[in-house]
């Protein structure tokens, strides 16, 4: 299917032109380009033959696509797949520390690396042998992937997300300030404790994708993808991270919870861009309607918008969409006031206060009902509501509610681009969902309440359809 014709298809997101993306890998500043890699099959929308494809922006808002950066190793120790990872600046080298997998890997994988040999990142050399072989001798691990490197107390650190045989969750650190030879220092955290248990549950049997970093506030925030056997959901914490005397890091956790409140978004990543002081988060959203449909289109998957994330007060977190996004709008908006209804294109940014309660409608199903969005300032949440529009997925009817705080006032941000769904409630949750449109649906927006303000934009597309 063609993307430019194809309504579910996000134009404005990363994602490749056809086939298979799963988890965003290494977003990393270089050459005055922000450059994001992610997890990519070339040859068919299934998960298998896992490559890294990249793409690269000036601005956060229009990216290109540059194909195909890593791919698996005949004979080497990704044989089978070059799996998630990050890029980091190794003395003016950037490198890609990533998860190999070879036929037989179960679940483990290798800690391998790359580097890149031109500016512009589109030339890598993989090196033949892993700098991690394998999860620490002695602690039963079943599962070992994701590797995330961070700076702490003058030295580098890796996270690695882990599972062990008795079902117990974990995140593992090492010392890796030789990015060549690595020293394993501990379990950060496991599902034993109870701050962890209470902000990321007990289904999870392995802790993907970890990632860690400080805000401007100076908590350290760890995120994590939770695995039941299957991907789950995402959770994050909040507090204090400290050097032991052994060579060791201790989390000191606060409070937590959900990162994503949506039922598709997961495998966070981060990037604690110093030029501009924030750390950036992006998500993987996967095709929540049937395989029929993923085999018809020919393309499964997409990364979400970029995020600012950051701390408040109470060590819960802070998120907005990044402001590099408003590039993206119409010169001219469009408002709205409750009554008439306004027709919606195939991608919009929607910007709505409200200072008592009101609902936005933005797609009416022929068959009856309505996919909308309430806002309550009284009780603090915004409620998504999309019956008509079941997902594959479990759980596909159930209204979405996102907490926030009381208040005279209450803001929501909405992006739709395409099939997928970002609703931010004022800057204390967010949700990612996959909403199909069929082909008699009506997608137009009405307001109904007293006292709501409604602007909105199409989005402008980067480049030629």
């Known amino acids: 299917m063609n993307r430019s014709t194809d309504a579910q298809s996000p134009r404005f997101r990363v994602r490749p032109a056809a086939n298979w993306m799963n988890d965003p890998n290494g977003p990393f500043r270089w050459g005055g380009r922000y450059h994001l890699f992610y997890q990519h099959n070339p040859d068919a929308p299934v998960h298998a033959n896992i490559h890294w494809g990249h793409a690269s922006s000036p601005d956060l808002a229009h990216w290109e696509d540059h194909g195909i950066a890593l791919r698996p190793t005949p004979g080497g120790p990704d044989e089978a797949g070059c799996w998630s990872g990050c890029v980091v600046d190794d003395g003016g080298v950037p490198t890609a520390v990533y998860s190999g997998i070879d036929r037989d890997h179960q679940g483990l994988s290798a800690i391998c690396l790359a580097v890149a040999e031109d500016n512009g990142l589109e030339e890598w050399k993989q090196l033949p042998v892993p700098v991690v072989a394998g999860p620490p001798p002695g602690m039963d691990v079943t599962m070992f992937r994701d590797p995330f490197v961070f700076r702490f107390a003058g030295r580098r650190w890796a996270l690695v997300g882990a599972g062990h045989a008795d079902g117990t969750p974990s995140v593992l650190v090492y010392d890796c300030e030789d990015l060549y030879a690595w020293r394993f220092a501990g379990v950060l955290l496991d599902g034993r404790d109870a701050a962890a248990a209470r902000a990321f549950g007990t289904r999870a049997i392995g802790w993907e994708c970890p990632q860690m970093w400080e805000t401007a506030r100076g908590d350290w925030v760890l995120a994590v993808a939770l695995w039941d056997g299957d991907p789950l959901n995402t959770a994050y914490l909040t507090g204090h991270l400290l050097e032991e005397g052994d060579g060791a890091l201790r989390f000191e956790v606060g409070t937590g919870g959900p990162l994503d409140l949506g039922r598709d978004f997961y495998a966070p990543s981060v990037l604690q861009d110093t030029e501009s002081g924030r750390a950036l988060l992006w998500g993987w959203s996967w095709e929540s309607r049937p395989r029929e449909g993923v085999d018809r289109a020919g393309w499964s998957g997409v990364l979400t918008a970029p995020r600012v994330v950051d701390t408040h007060e109470d060590g819960t977190l802070r998120v907005v969409p990044a402001a590099e996004l408003e590039l993206l709008r119409a ?112 997608p137009e927006l009405a307001v109904s309440g007293r006292d709501v303000e409604v602007t909105g934009w199409a989005l402008v597309p980067p480049s030629p359809a």
């Open 331 to 442: 010169a001219v908006p469009f408002t709205a006031t409750p009554g008439p209804h306004w027709p919606l294109p195939l991608s919009y940014d929607l910007l709505v206060t409200a200072r008592s309660a009101a609902t936005l409608s933005l797609l009416r199903a022929a068959s009856g009902g309505e996919l909308t969005v309430r806002l309550d300032p009284a009780s603090g949440t915004v409620t998504l509501n999309r019956t008509a529009w079941p997902r594959s997925r479990p759980d596909g009817t159930a209204p979405l509610v996102l907490p926030t705080l009381r208040g005279e006032t209450l803001t929501v941000r909405i992006l739709v681009d395409g099939s997928l769904l970002e609703l931010f409630a004022g800057d204390r949750a967010m949700a990612t969902e996959r909403v199909y449109r069929r082909d008699d649906d009506v």
